[in-house]
Nanobody
Framework: QAQVVESGGGLVQSGESLKLSCETSRGTFDSSAMGWFRQAPGKDREFVAAISVNGINRHYADSVRGRFTLFRDNSKTTMFLQMNSLTPEDTAVYYC???????????????????WGRGTQVTVSS
């Protein structure tokens, strides 16, 4: 099973920035749409953002659009989530996924065949 490993979480103050990383193998990186979900305490896991295999298409949740930016670094087989203007509502565990089987209009949403990381904690204090 492919490994997907997140890093970069931490504790910041409201208004500050963080950059999360999600690294995977070459084979998985070159063939997968990738993205992020998050789960806050007591809430369901929710979609955050996704980027297509070729890095051209991006899809963001309304709650993060304009503040979060996704990009891929092919040389590092790593996807990055730049998070700016963070608020306490962004506090959650952030999970990265990689999926080779997404297609069509729903290319941005992971299927049951997606590979998931174990998550990285992001805490934003007010």
């Amino acid at each position: 099973q492919a490994q997907v490993v997140e890093s970069g979480g931490g504790l910041v103050q409201s208004g500050e920035s963080l950059k999360l990383s999600c690294e995977t193998s070459r084979g998985t990186f070159d063939s997968s749409a990738m993205g992020w979900f998050r789960q806050a305490p007591g809430k369901d896991r929710e979609f955050v953002a996704a980027i297509s295999v070729n890095g051209i298409n991006r899809h963001y949740a309304d709650s993060v659009r304009g503040r979060f930016t996704l990009f891929r670094d092919n040389s590092k087989t790593t996807m990055f989530l730049q998070m700016n203007s963070l608020t306490p509502e962004d506090t959650a565990v952030y999970y990265c996924y990689a999926d080779r089987t997404t297609f069509g209009d729903r290319w941005w949403y992971p299927t049951d065949d997606a590979y998931w990381g174990r998550g990285t904690q992001v805490t934003v204090s007010s």
